[in-house]
């Protein structure tokens, strides 16, 4: 009885703890006199200004008398075009337009810019995830390789890439390899995300191989098989069985350390982010906001990995 | 006897990089049919032999011939010699992602590329002669020692090998799981299996064994008969080990 008066008394504490901790923001903000304006969010996500219609060529432009069709027929040319769907016409009968003038907006919701920022962010920590897997793969089995130039070389990747900061990093390959070979900002941010990452996988890798017994290796050798056909049939699957956890871990450390990359000219999450605040001025809304949004995706697939490991977990 | 032997070891040493001398020596030969038992006491050595047949251990002298193959030469393909030779191994080390049928069935599939439902048939029938076909699809985890243990040599068996190599097989098994494994390994020495035995079991040794051999500091003491061998002891040494053991 006294044990559930003393947990109930605590999650009092828990709760309190909690109250002063939105009163303590609260009564920041006040002190600073922020004006809380959370009305502007939604539209970054969602945004409903339509879609703007661009003059695919030189043009005469005539719309017909109802106000429903604008037809362009080309200036100096044969090409014709005529659209049906806008809501808002900003030419008009007889005007002559150039190649990407604005023709008309065409009404209806497309993805605001932190939804388009939530999108290359995903994109960008999935193609990584791709390459840092078969990297530290390829590291992990080297680190335990008896072939010293194998051993050596992964040894030296881990010990360089975790021995240096991930945004320098990605200055390097942005700046530097990114130049030399003419890599695109989405490539190069991959490139830097996967080998930062590949390192810490093989690491992990690595601990899974030598966590399973010796045993193991000497029975699947006993029969005959190979070092690669003992280690994939026998090993690796018991291993990355075994690192499935800091697997997960290093997954979602993934998904956040692909915020550095919005330090090159790629729109992702928290480039976004710095993009709305350049023009409203409203730094406090927006980062709660991608925060949430950072949260979502980690706690999403932190939850698919739990669900993954008790499958499993049958034996 | 040299003409038949399928295990010849000649002048057999190893030595660790630390120094240690494990086998100081060592001369063995196995004829096709014969089933011999090494014992000693621990740290003897007799581990250390068995794991040279197959090349688990590498040699500092000597060598090592089984089934006409070289063993310990530069060129031996290593993987295709030990599908002649299973081995048992004291923690069976079966592969715990596995049913037992799979743990049977897996080195036959990708080692001598057999198609799976011959590797599986095959595999059935070996669980059944080791008295577990109720367990085919039962992970190791769920099964007892005794009953691992004989997985174990049903898979090694699957790659119907020419010898079969037990290192201490029934150590690792509470008392009333002996019985059974003991009782798989008798019903092979009766097929005919070559096997080389390593085992604290005397009683298995004067029942199965054509001949047992007592190593000790890295060297055979002797050998002989099990009848001889047990009843008029050669040496002190061995006098006072089996007064230990048998006590």
């Given at each position: 009885m006294t044990r559930q008066r003393s947990r109930g008394l605590w999650y009092g504490v828990y709760a309190l703890v909690l109250l002063g901790l939105v009163a303590g923001i609260w009564g920041m903000a006040a002190r600073v006199h922020y004006d809380w304006n959370w009305k502007d969010v939604p539209k970054y996500l969602i945004s409903t200004s339509g879609t703007e219609l661009l003059a695919p060529f030189d043009a005469y432009v005539s719309i017909s008398p109802d106000g429903k069709t604008l037809s362009l027929q080309e200036y100096g040319g044969e090409r014709s075009a005529s659209y049906t769907e806008f809501a808002e016409a900003y030419a008009e009968s007889g005007d002559l337009v150039f190649r990407d003038d604005l023709l008309a907006y065409q009404a209806g919701l497309k993805p605001g810019i932190l939804l388009i920022g939530l999108w290359m962010t995903l994109k960008l920590s999935a193609v990584s995830l791709v390459f840092a897997l078969v990297l530290g793969l390829v590291a992990g089995l080297g680190r335990v390789a008896d072939n010293p130039a194998a051993r050596?070389?992964?040894?030296?990747?881990?010990?360089?890439?975790?021995?240096?900061?991930?945004?320098?990093?990605?200055?390097?390959?942005?700046?530097?390899?990114?130049?030399?070979?003419?890599?695109?900002?989405?490539?190069?941010?991959?490139?830097?995300?996967?080998?930062?990452?590949?390192?810490?996988?093989?690491?992990?890798?690595?601990?899974?191989?030598?966590?399973?017994?010796?045993?193991?290796?000497?029975?699947?050798?006993?029969?005959?098989?190979?070092?690669?056909?003992?280690?994939r049939?026998?090993?690796?699957?018991?291993?990355?069985?075994?690192?499935?956890?800091?697997?997960?871990?290093?997954?979602?450390?993934?998904?956040?350390?692909?915020?550095?990359?919005?330090?090159?000219?790629?729109?992702?999450?928290?480039?976004?982010?710095?993009?709305?605040i350049s023009s409203n001025f409203r730094p406090f809304e927006v980062w709660f906001t991608i925060a949430l949004m950072y949260l979502a995706l980690t706690g999403s697939l932190s939850y698919l990995v739990r669900r993954l490991e008790k499958r499993l977990a049958h034996d | 006897m040299t003409e038949a032997a399928l295990?010849?070891?000649?002048?057999?040493?190893?030595?660790?990089?630390?120094?240690?001398?494990?086998?100081?020596?060592?001369d063995l030969s196995v004829a096709r049919g014969e089933v011999v038992c090494i014992i000693g006491p621990s740290g003897s050595g007799k581990s250390t032999l068995l794991r040279t047949l197959n090349a688990m251990e590498t040699i500092t002298a000597g060598e090592v011939v089984v089934d006409g193959i070289l063993v310990h030469?530069?060129?031996?393909?290593?993987?295709?010699?030990?599908?002649?030779?299973?081995?048992?191994?004291?923690?069976?080390?079966?592969?715990?992602?596995?049913?037992?049928?799979?743990?049977?069935?897996?080195?036959?599939?990708?080692?001598?590329?057999?198609?799976?439902?011959e590797a599986r048939a095959r595999a059935e029938?070996?669980?059944?002669?080791?008295?577990?076909?109720?367990?085919?699809?039962?992970?190791?985890?769920?099964?007892?020692?005794?009953?691992?243990?004989?997985?174990?040599?049903?898979?090694?068996?699957?790659?119907?090998?020419?010898?079969?190599?037990?290192?201490?097989?029934?150590?690792?098994?509470?008392?009333?799981?002996?019985?059974?494994?003991?009782?798989?390994?008798?019903?092979?020495?009766?097929?005919?299996?070559?096997?080389?035995?390593?085992?604290?079991?005397?009683?298995?040794a004067r029942a199965v064994a054509n001949r047992v051999i007592f190593m000790d500091a890295g060297q055979i003491q002797h050998q002989a008969a099990p009848a001889a061998f047990f009843d008029a002891p050669a040496n002190d040494r061995l006098k006072a080990f089996l007064g230990q053991v048998l006590k």
């Open positions: 050596q070389l992964s040894s030296n990747y881990v010990e360089l890439i975790r021995g240096t900061p991930l945004l320098v990093q990605i200055f390097i390959v942005y700046f530097f390899i990114g130049t030399v070979l003419q890599l695109s900002a989405f490539t190069a941010g991959v490139v830097a995300l996967a080998v930062f990452t590949g390192a810490y996988i093989a690491e992990i890798v690595r601990s899974g191989i030598e966590s399973v017994p010796r045993g193991q290796m000497e029975a699947s050798r006993s029969l005959g098989m190979n070092y690669a056909q003992a280690m049939y026998v090993i690796l699957p018991q291993a990355l069985k075994k690192t499935l956890p800091s697997l997960a871990g290093q997954f979602i450390n993934l998904i956040k350390d692909s915020s550095l990359v919005s330090v090159m000219a790629l729109t992702d999450l928290t480039k976004a982010g710095r993009e709305i | 295990i010849r070891a000649t002048g057999v040493e190893k030595c660790y990089p630390n120094g240690t001398q494990a086998l100081n020596g060592v030469a530069r060129g031996t393909d290593l993987n295709r010699m030990r599908t002649h030779v299973g081995m048992v191994f004291q923690q069976f080390n079966l592969f715990p992602h596995m049913t037992a049928l799979e743990n049977v069935a897996l080195a036959p599939m990708r080692v001598l590329r057999r198609p799976p439902a029938e070996l669980l059944v002669k080791v008295g577990l076909a109720d367990k085919a699809q039962v992970h190791p985890g769920q099964l007892s020692g005794g009953q691992q243990q004989r997985v174990a040599i049903a898979r090694a068996l699957a790659m119907q090998p020419a010898i079969m190599l037990f290192d201490e097989p029934t150590s690792a098994l509470d008392p009333e799981m002996v019985g059974e494994v003991l009782e798989v390994m008798k019903d092979l020495a009766r097929d005919g299996m070559t096997m080389c035995v390593v085992t604290h079991e005397m009683g298995f």
